[in-house]
């Protein structure tokens, strides 16, 4: 059973930042694809940002603020968070997708609350 581990949420001031982390009980790392995504109360959940072998992709309301990066020796992808600001508050969630299979695994999501 692959687990999905997010942590590194918290309370930060507007123009803070944050580094979230996703750790996948996978025996390669390499062969998923890696997405954030995150939700604010009464609002769906949206993409923040994604990592795969092809490159990696921002939502334009995170670009130039958020950096996705992973290190696959570690089952481990991150989520750079910079200038947060109030909006970006939500629960984030990890998504990885196997490549050659299409499965897909959540994570439980982790709180990041921005204000002053």
């Known amino acids: 059973q692959v687990q999905v581990v997010e942590s590194g949420g918290g309370l930060v001031q507007p123009g803070g930042s944050l580094r979230l982390s996703c750790t996948a009980s996978?025996?390669?790392?390499?062969?998923?694809?890696m997405a954030w995504y995150r939700q604010a109360p009464g609002k769906q959940r949206e993409f923040v940002a994604a990592s795969s072998s092809l490159g990696t992709n921002y939502a334009d309301s995170v670009k130039g603020r958020f950096s996705i990066s992973r290190d696959n020796a570690k089952n481990t992808g991150y989520l750079q968070m910079n200038s947060l600001k109030p909006e970006d508050t939500a629960v984030y969630y990890c998504?990885?997708?196997?490549?050659?299979?299409?499965?897909?695994?959540w994570g439980q999501g982790t709180q990041v609350s921005v204000s002053s």
């Open positions: 998504k990885i997708r196997r490549l050659e299979s299409g499965a897909e695994y």
């Open positions: 996978v025996s390669s790392f390499s062969i998923y694809a």
